[in-house]
């Protein structure tokens, strides 16, 4: 099982400041296609999850271009920049190359 | 608008059984891979099941193997999960989810809660 770890577990964020999480796999997620299948999603209290990031760096609809995914083999990050206090939340990595599929703990954003 | 509605939580006793139901809207089920994840209290995501397009693919957790059973109904535009066996351990959220592929959820539904307990 690919075993998914986020640092850090939580950030205090000054509202227009920016967040950066780290997600590292236990094994590569670069497939034999030659893409990489590492995803992010946000989850706001109460609500269910939603996609953010697939495949690294691609934001799905409607996601700002605030959010940026990058990364590669083993180590990705997504960064927010200038974080509004709506993206208060967990955010969660997720690999999509290998069943079973596996997320991360996940990092809670908090305003500060 | 595309959306997911899950049916069937409830409150039931270790060993028991429940059917979770998930109603697809303004988009065809079986065109799509379709997975369950759930959420136990407090806790953080974890993949559950998962069913192909043609329905003849399945896959399950470790944890869940032998005991659940994922399945669709076109004519009802609806996923299933059978989980048999309960133990206080599955009790979550239970979210049904459409893949866009390689195993990113792109919709989510609102989640049903199942609680294991005496």
């Known amino acids: 099982e690919i075993v998914l770890t986020q640092t850090p577990l939580s950030l205090s964020v000054t509202p227009g400041q920016s967040a950066s999480i780290s997600c590292k796999s236990s094994q590569s997620l670069l497939y034999y296609n030659g893409n990489t299948y590492l995803h992010w999603y946000f989850q706001k209290p109460g609500q269910s999850p939603q996609l953010l990031i697939y495949?690294?760096?691609k934001r799905f609809s409607g996601v700002p271009d605030r959010f940026s995914g990058s990364g590669s083999g083993t180590d990705f990050t997504l960064d927010i920049s200038r974080v509004e206090a709506e993206e208060v939340g967990v955010y969660y990595c997720?690999?999509?190359?290998?069943?079973?599929?596996?997320f991360g703990g996940g990092t809670k954003v908090e305003i500060k | 608008e595309v959306q997911l509605v899950e049916s069937g939580g409830a409150l039931v006793q270790p060993g028991g059984s429940l059917r979770l139901s998930c109603e697809a809207s303004r988009f065809t089920l079986s065109n799509f891979w379709m997975d369950w994840v759930r959420q136990g209290p407090g806790k953080g995501l974890v993949w559950v099941s998962r069913i192909d397009i043609d329905g003849n693919f399945t896959s399950y957790a470790d944890s869940v193997k032998g005991r659940f059973t994922i399945s669709r109904d076109s004519t009802k535009n609806t996923l299933y999960l059978q989980m048999n066996s309960l133990r206080a351990d599955d009790t979550a959220i239970y979210y049904c989810v459409r893949d866009r592929g390689w195993n990113a959820f792109e919709i989510w539904g609102q989640g049903t809660m199942v609680t294991v307990s005496s």
């Open positions: 997720a690999q999509g190359i290998q069943l079973p599929l596996t």
């Open positions: 495949e690294v760096s």
